[in-house]
């Protein structure tokens, strides 16, 4: 069983930037494909940006490329989304998940992730 607890959210203006993080439990951090998800107000939860257990792969979603850096810090049990620029379309809840089942790749499927954060609430204003 992983818990993970984000942190680091807010009301920033656009342009402005945030860095999220991801605090994990257990000793197994370093096993798991970590990912970004966010939901929007009335809209359906999508991916954002994916890193796999050593950090060398990284995905992202078109919409954030350029714009949002993925990392992880496997001796902290953390992982992070740096985002930059940030737009009034970013506006949402970000959460936190973990894949135990393909830690070599950066997956963007939210069936493939096991466990999952309560979410933090970024909110872009114009």
């Known amino acids: 069983q992983v818990q993970l607890v984000e942190s680091g959210g807010g009301l920033v203006q656009a342009g402005g930037s945030l860095r999220l993080s991801c605090a994990a439990s257990?000793?197994?951090?370093?096993?798991?494909?970590m990912g970004w998800f966010r939901q929007a107000p009335g809209k359906e939860r999508e991916f954002v940006a994916a890193?796999?257990?050593?950090?060398?792969?990284?995905q992202y979603a078109d919409s954030v490329k350029g714009r949002f850096t993925i990392s992880r810090d496997n001796a902290k049990n953390t992982v992070y989304l740096q985002m930059n620029s940030l737009k009034p379309e970013d506006t949402a809840v970000y959460f936190c998940?973990?894949?135990?089942?393909?830690?070599?790749?950066?997956?963007?499927?939210?069936?493939?992730?096991?466990?999952w954060g309560q979410g933090t609430q970024v909110t872009v204003s114009s």
């Open positions: 998940a973990a894949d135990d089942g393909s830690r070599w790749i950066a997956t963007e499927d939210e069936n493939d992730y096991d466990y």
């Open positions: 257990g000793r197994t951090f370093n096993s798991y494909t």
């Open positions: 890193i796999n257990w050593s950090g060398r792969i990284t």
